[in-house]
Structures are given as C-alpha cells and as structure tokens.
C-alpha cells in the first residue's frame, strides 16, 4: 500500500470508527514509524507478523463426539531474539486479533529491552463450557500443532486470557514429551514446582500499580483514598483490586464477563475474592449489578480496563469521568477514544506499558529456567520495580518532548531497537 492510499484508508477510518484491533494497530505504527523519519520499507516488515500458523486441534469431547478447534500462533517480529506472548483461550478469538496482540507484544517487549519480540496464540473456544479432561486434551493438541515453530530459542508461550498454570504445566508436558531436552524454559506462567518463577502470577497487577503510581505523580494523585474502577475480575483484574485495596484506595467498581458493580461507597473485595470462580466471574451473584458499558462511565479518580478489546471507544470516550486511564488489558481503548481522552485531559497509561508487568516476570521465569537458579520475591519485585518505573518515565518524557499522547510515544520507544535490530541483519 502506497502512503496515499494508507492515508485515504486511515481517513475513511477516522470518520467512522470500525477500525480493527489490527488496522489500529498498524496505524499508529505507521505514524511512530514516519515520525522517527523511517521509511515506508520498514512498515512493510512490521506492519503483519513475519510468520503466522492457523491450526485444527481435533479434541475428543466427554461424549465420545469429536470437535475440530481453531487455533493460531502470531510470531511478529524475531529480529531482537525468540518471539514470546501467551495463549487465549477465547470464542472471540480470530486471526486478526492474533496477530494485533503479537505486534502489542513486540512493542512491549522494545519498551521495557526485554531479548524478544513478539508472539502470541489462541484457540478459538469456550473453556467455561469445557470439562477439565476437554481441556487438557485441547491444551496438549494445540503444544502438538505448533510444536515445530515454539522452543525456548524460538517462541516462548505464557497465560492469557482464560489460561492459567494448570494449561501451561499440560503444555509444558506435552512438549517436554516430544522434545525431551528444552522443556522449562519453553513456557512460562508455569506452577512454581514446575520452575515457575514465584511472583509471576501477580505480576501483571504488580506491573499496573507500578505504573499507576508514576501516572498519579504526574497527575498529583495519592493511591490512598483515590476511587478506582476496575473491568475485568481475572488474573489482572483481581490481583490489581486487592493490591490496591491493601494500599488504601477505595475499589469502587469491578466487573466480569456477565456484569459490573460499583458502589460509591468501596465494595467489599475480599469478599468479592472469596466469591469469585477461577474464571473470574462473580456479578452474576449479585442483583444490583449494572453492565460493563454503566460502570465505565460511573465516577472514579482512576479507571482500569482489565478485561478486553475495544470497550472504551468514540461512543463513551467523551463520558468517561477518571483523570487517569491504566490499560491492564491489551487494546481496550480505539484511537479515536485515545484522543478524545488526551484532548480533555485524561492521562492514559497504554497497554504495551502498563501491563508489561508480566511478560517481565515471565522473563525473569525463562531466565531462572535456563540458569537453573532460583530467585526470591523480593528479587523479582525490585528488579519488576526498576524495569517498570524506568520504562514509564522513558515514554512519559517522549510523550512530553514531542507533544504526542502516550500511546504513540510508546510505540516510538517499543518499535526503535526492532527497527535498528532488523536493519543489522540487513532485512530492511
Ligand atoms: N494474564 C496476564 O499475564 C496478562 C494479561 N493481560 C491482558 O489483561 C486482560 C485480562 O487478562 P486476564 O486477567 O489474564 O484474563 P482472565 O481470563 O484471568 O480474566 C478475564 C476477565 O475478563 C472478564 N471478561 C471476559 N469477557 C468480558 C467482557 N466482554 N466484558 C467484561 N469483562 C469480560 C472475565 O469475566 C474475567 O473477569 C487481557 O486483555 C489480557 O490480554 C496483559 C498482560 C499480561
Ligand atoms: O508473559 C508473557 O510472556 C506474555 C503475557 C502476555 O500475553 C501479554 O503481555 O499480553
């Protein structure tokens, strides 16, 4: 595509916000690209991933009947080292959005210098309405389809959405089964008895309230007493609410799949952790719940999608009452959201920053795994604390030199060494 032709597409798209999670993607690389004066061969290399594998996982169901799942592997960009990202587990999942969050991944990975790029998997499926036995036979076919091109040297898996340690430790088994000598250091987000790193499970949260913290100094904000919503009462999610409840703000909002409840007042979050299923679902016990959409607009001091794509957007950007947006998920907020929020004021910490607090600890678990020595909490958290603090001030300082939101500046900082690592192999 000519840069006359992407500017007449992103200008159809501007007017009329039905850009996918990839189309927004590429343009805001397209943009940090042409900012940093890099030419248009180096957005041909990075606007898709450089290899994608589509699989069918046949799964022998409970019943004795077959079904033939989809799944995907996105392996954007291998310049800087192995691809890394996790695997969803999601009826949403679809190529396209594969392949987003692999190039969400590279960019994360070239703020914070980890040695990858990015990677990221999916199958499409419902695990709420799987069995346990389902699951691992789903889990071990996906590790058989792609065994070929994952590896501790080449892509390196973790959790995502509705994964968890019990499908990583299946995997991790399978593929030790069929490549006996690099079995840890294959996945990570793995038990700790299986050389799982202690701190990672909580580490996306830990990640965001690093962040969160740095973007209330700006803003003049103390976390003790600040009113918090949270979408999305998962890994990141929960964790986040109860790190923050323990840190004196007041969670005033939390939501699942099914729902949201807010209380003006504080919820109850230990009480709502107790409730919770391993699924992150809870609202659905309560009466007075309101719908995910409600709650994103209800008063707050600071707002965290932790769920999802696409939920803050042109049509509740506008309403949104929170002076600080913290991105747990990866792409909850459309481009044209990001600048409807900037223009009146509202900070936004993008997702390739503020939830990078888990591909860091997975980091620090594939490192462990291939030293074979283990580190403590407090290791983890200090070194977590120093990637992550050096990394929001790094794209907080580009976001204020050049007068760009965040998100952008984030991308020019993530995209720069896969640029210059991809030029010294003489690929562009
Ligand atoms: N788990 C991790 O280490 C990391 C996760 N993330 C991102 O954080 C987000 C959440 O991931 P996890 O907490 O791991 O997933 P999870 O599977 O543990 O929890 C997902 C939560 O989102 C809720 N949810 C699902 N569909 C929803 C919808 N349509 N509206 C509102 N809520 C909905 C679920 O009910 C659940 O509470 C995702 O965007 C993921 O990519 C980012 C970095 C690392
Ligand atoms: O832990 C990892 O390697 C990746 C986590 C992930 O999928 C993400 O950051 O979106």
Redesign the pocket.
């Known amino acids: 595509m000519s840069v006359k032709q992407f500017e007449i597409r992103k200008e159809k798209r501007e007017t009329n916000e039905q850009l996918s999670v990839l189309e927004s993607t590429q343009q805001v690389i397209h943009t940090a690209l042409e900012n940093m004066g890099y030419r248009q061969e180096v957005y041909e290399l990075l606007k898709e991933p450089l290899r994608l594998l589509t699989v069918r996982i046949p799964v022998r169901m409970d019943d004795g009947s077959v079904r033939v799942f989809t799944g995907y592997r996105a392996q954007h960009n291998d310049a800087i080292g192995p691809t890394k990202g996790?695997i969803?587990f999601h009826p949403n999942v679809t190529e396209e959005e594969v392949k987003a969050l692999s190039m969400w991944m590279s960019i994360k990975c070239g703020i914070t210098g980890l040695p990858y790029g990015g990677g990221k998997g999916g199958i499409q499926c419902d695990p709420r309405e799987m069995s346990f036995q389902e699951l691992e036979r789903l889990s071990r076919g996906y590790v058989r389809a792609i065994s070929q091109i994952v590896g501790p040297t080449k892509d390196i898996p973790?959790?995502?959405?509705?994964t968890n340690s019990q499908i990583m430790a299946w995997m991790m088994d399978e593929y030790s089964r069929i490549r006996e000598f690099d079995s840890p250091g294959f996945i990570t987000?793995k038990p700790l008895v299986l050389g799982g790193s202690v701190g990672r499970e909580s580490?996306?949260a830990k990640g965001v309230i690093i962040a969160m913290k740095e973007a209330a100094k700006v803003k003049g904000l103390e976390i003790r007493g600040s009113k918090v919503i949270i979408?999305?009462?998962?890994?990141?999610?929960s964790f986040l609410a109860k790190f923050l409840h323990d840190e004196g703000a007041k969670v005033v909002g939390i939501?699942?799949?099914y729902g949201a409840l807010y209380d003006p007042e504080g919820l109850d979050i230990d009480y709502l952790l107790d409730k919770r299923d391993s699924?992150?679902?809870v609202t659905r016990q309560f009466s007075s719940r309101i719908t995910?959409q409600e709650l994103l607009i209800q008063p707050c001091d600071i707002l965290v999608p932790?769920?999802?794509e696409n939920q803050i957007t042109e049509e509740n950007a506008a309403d949104i009452q929170a002076q600080i947006v913290v991105e747990?998920?990866?792409g909850p907020t459309t481009l044209r959201a990001t600048e409807i929020l900037t223009e009146k004021g509202t900070l936004i910490v993008p997702d390739v920053l503020a939830?990078s607090g888990?591909?860091i600890v997975s980091y620090f678990e594939w490192v462990q795994n291939n030293q074979g020595y283990y580190w403590t909490e407090e290791e983890v958290d200090t070194k977590l604390e120093a990637i992550l603090t050096a990394s929001f001030l790094q794209v907080h300082q580009t976001a204020i030199t050049r007068g760009i939101n965040m998100r952008l500046a984030a991308y020019m900082v993530g995209l720069k060494k896969m640029v210059e690592a991809s030029s010294f192999r003489g690929w562009i």
């Open positions: 996790g969803r973790a959790p995502d959405v509705f987000g580490s996306t979408q999305g009462f998962g890994n990141a999610g939501s699942d799949a699924f992150g679902t995910n932790a769920a999802l747990a998920a990866n939830n888990g591909v």
